[in-house]
């Protein structure tokens, strides 16, 4: 049974941080597709960042030059780091996984076969 576990979520003002953590119970992180994704109600769930297995990482043009993404494979835990945060951060944060060489951003969230619960990220202005 693989389970995905976020945390680091809080509240945070606009221009400040949060790093967010998710241990992954698979045998390895390294053969996997591990992804950052955020969703807030009545929207669809949005990719933020990818890693592939070769540690390649790729982010959306909303997150590019303020989140860092990051995967340690010792740990088999993914990271986030937010920085410079606005309002239009705020939703519910969820890292998923598949087993896969590709590690697309864009597609529908079946894509992925593993999900953590997620955890929440609020901005105030």
């Known amino acids: 049974q693989v389970e995905l576990v976020e945390s680091g979520g809080g509240s945070v003002q606009s221009g400040g941080s949060l790093r967010l953590s998710c241990v992954a119970s698979?045998?390895?992180?390294?053969?996997?597709?591990m992804a950052w994704f955020r969703q807030v109600p009545g929207k669809e769930r949005e990719g933020v960042a990818t890693?592939?297995?070769?540690?390649?990482?790729v982010y959306s043009n909303s997150a590019k030059g303020r989140f860092t993404a990051s995967n340690d494979n010792a740990k088999n835990t993914l990271y986030l780091q937010m920085n410079s945060l606005t309002p239009e951060d705020t939703a519910m944060y969820f890292c998923?996984?598949?087993?896969?060489?590709?590690?697309?951003?864009?597609?529908?969230?079946?894509?992925?076969?593993?999900w953590g619960q997620g955890t929440q990220v609020t901005v105030s202005a």
């Open positions: 998923a996984a598949r087993r896969s060489v590709t590690c697309p951003l864009s597609v529908p969230q079946t894509w992925y076969t593993y």
């Open positions: 698979l045998e390895s992180t390294s053969d996997y597709c």
């Open positions: 890693i592939n297995s070769g540690g390649r990482i």
